[in-house]
Nanobody
Framework: QVQLVESGGGLVQPGGSLGLSCTAS????????MSWYRRAPGQEREWVAS????????VYLDSVKGRFTGARDNSKKMVYLQMNSLEPADTAVYYC?????WGQGTQVTVSS
């Protein structure tokens, strides 16, 4: 049974930081590229970042480049998204994706 479980969301002030984690199980994690997506209120879900299966390749949405950093630990079957210099526009539910499966999402709210 495939499971992706995100954690680490919360409320943060503009300019602050949050770190998201996603724990995977039920598939060959080390062979799969992993991605983060987000859905802001009233908007479609959008891709945010991808981390290659070996963790050496990362690509980012232009609006988060230089602020967000994706990483993974294949030994723990976990993928991460470190978010710095957060902006109100980053407010969304963040989802972990891999092998065409989705986690349940974790809410990130950036507000003063």
């Amino acid at each position: 049974q495939v499971q992706l479980v995100e954690s680490g969301g919360g409320l943060v002030q503009p300019g602050g930081s949050l770190g998201l984690s996603c724990t995977a199980s039920g598939f060959s994690f080390g062979n799969v590229d992993m991605s983060w997506y987000r859905r802001a209120p009233g908007q479609e879900r959008e891709w945010v970042a991808s981390i290659g299966f070996a963790g050496r390749r990362t690509v980012y949405l232009d609006s988060v480049k230089g602020r967000f950093t994706g990483a993974r630990d294949n030994s723990k079957k976990m993928v991460y998204l470190q978010m710095n210099s957060l902006e109100p526009a980053d407010t969304a539910v963040y989802y972990c994706n891999g092998a065409n499966y989705w986690g349940q999402g974790t809410q990130v709210t950036v507000s003063s």
